[in-house]
């Protein structure tokens, strides 16, 4: 099953994902298919489409003409939001870490030519982005915006990623496999686990990869989006915060010698900033013996290598 949808806005997504499966001696008795959400759209890749999807509409309907967002200076996020606005017809502000560096890097220069207008706080600012005196700041400067939160996450995105599962069992009834049993993303704000796990039907499970060192603390950030999105959390997923590789946009040799040897073997050559540490993961859980023989695995491509990453 590999769709072309046509947004009212004109926008061409490949939706559904293609969903392939990884031939590898290294799987045993386990399979693993890829969710290939990095192919939905070049400006909106991977779980981006999905978490603003229900984001753009709920502006739409509260009569919002500007999207403002906040990000790093290298955002997948704040990229794109800026091209969400264009495609969409709204006028996007980013709220970027940190003091303005000229000339503007090629994430934010990206941006900028989506239309995006950029403003910056410095560090100690931001962190305190969610503070109501900060954002009535913003307003008084920006105008009556929709706040989308840095990343992304929020119950609209919790509701677009619930509905990736569905897709998944379609495209396997359509291929004559059976149902998968276990579904595993990259973690960077829980949005997208939050919604996997929300989606899921009975008897199956969710893991998250947190990209962060000291990425336990997602597990709460993980039940507050569930419960924002929905009224209730679910005790289906679960972190493996140990894959981080040092932290939020780390690399070792160890890891990048993972995603050349993938590479090499599939044809795939994996982001490394989310989706190798995820990679990785798994295939040391299933080296460890985490996995049943026969259990299907899905693993959700959040992004492409051709993305700069969020630092």
Request: proline share 6%; glycine share 12%; hydrophobic share 40%.
């Amino acid at each position: 099953m590999d769709n072309r949808v046509t947004t009212p806005g004109g926008l061409v997504l490949r939706l559904p994902s293609p969903l392939t499966e990884v031939r590898d001696d290294r799987l045993g008795g386990v399979r693993l298919f890829l969710k290939r959400d990095d192919l939905i759209h070049p400006e909106l890749p991977g779980n981006k489409w999905r978490k603003l999807k229900y984001n753009l509409a709920e502006a739409r309907r509260q009569g919002r003409r500007t999207l403002l967002t906040f990000g790093g200076a290298y955002s997948n996020h704040i990229r794109a939001t800026a091209a969400a606005g264009r495609h969409f017809g709204f006028a996007t502000v980013g709220v970027i870490r940190g003091e303005e560096h000229l000339p503007l890097n090629p994430s934010l220069a990206y941006a900028v030519s989506r239309g995006m207008r950029l403003t910056y706080l410095d560090r100690t600012a931001y962190r305190a982005k969610q503070d109501p005196g900060v954002i009535a700041r913003l307003r008084e400067e920006w105008g009556d915006f929709y706040l989308v939160p840095e990343g992304g996450s929020n119950a609209c995105a919790v509701r677009g990623c619930a509905e990736l599962p569905a897709e998944v069992d379609a495209q396997l009834d359509e291929l004559g496999h059976p149902g998968f049993d276990v579904i595993c993303c990259p973690c960077g704000t829980g949005g997208t686990l939050a919604g996997l796990s929300a989606g899921l039907a009975p008897g199956r499970a969710a893991i998250g990869f947190p990209v962060l060192k000291g990425g336990e603390f997602l597990a709460g950030e993980v039940e507050r989006l569930q419960r924002e999105a929905c009224g209730r959390s679910w005790p289906n997923w679960s972190l493996r915060p140990e894959f981080h590789f040092g932290g939020y946009a780390r690399r070792t040799a160890e890891l990048d010698a993972f995603v050349d040897d993938f590479a090499a073997r599939h044809g795939v050559l994996l982001e490394w900033v989310y989706v190798a540490k995820m990679m990785y993961g798994i295939f040391s859980l299933v080296r460890e013996g985490a996995f049943e023989p026969g259990t299907r695995l899905v693993a959700v491509v959040t992004g492409g290598p051709e993305v700069a990453p969020d630092v």
